[in-house]
């Protein structure tokens, strides 16, 4: 808990801030999936989802993250999805954004396993021969995938 209260005092109100906006996006998507597609809660937890990353990491790198031409597919996806809930078609919606979700931060999984093997107890499951077979088979690939398109360029 010490480390957790040295770690906010060193940050800015305004990253503090921009942080809890998405925090509170995702809490709020959540709890609308939960209570059966809500359209406030999840057209709520949208804007705030966008908002608090347009303010963490600033609306030029913002933009320049959804117009990268490898985005593309995922920020159209999410956009049409953010609009099918706005005009509540919820379901499909939920789909699309989903998929554009998972698009877009597709090049942030290998970090994100990395900081989940070490977190104690998850860690040493995920450290089982089952799961540590699948994660080398699924980065073998994507390594053989990076070489090839290396290769034809």
Known sequence: MASLFLIFSRLSPSSITSMNLTEFGVFFTFLGVVLLFDKGLLAMGNILFLSGLALTIGLKSTLQFFMKSQNYKGTISFGVGF???????????????????????????????????????????????????????????????????????
């Open 83 to 153: 609009f099918f809930v706005l005009i509540g078609w919820l379901i499909l919606g939920m789909i699309l954004e989903s998929y554009g979700f998972l698009v877009l931060f597709s090049g942030f999984w290998p970090t994100l396993a990395v900081f989940v093997q070490r977190i104690p107890v998850l860690g040493w499951i995920l450290q089982q021969p089952f799961f540590k077979s699948v994660y080398n088979a699924r980065s073998e690939n994507l390594i053989g995938k990076e070489i090839y398109h290396e290769c034809i360029l």
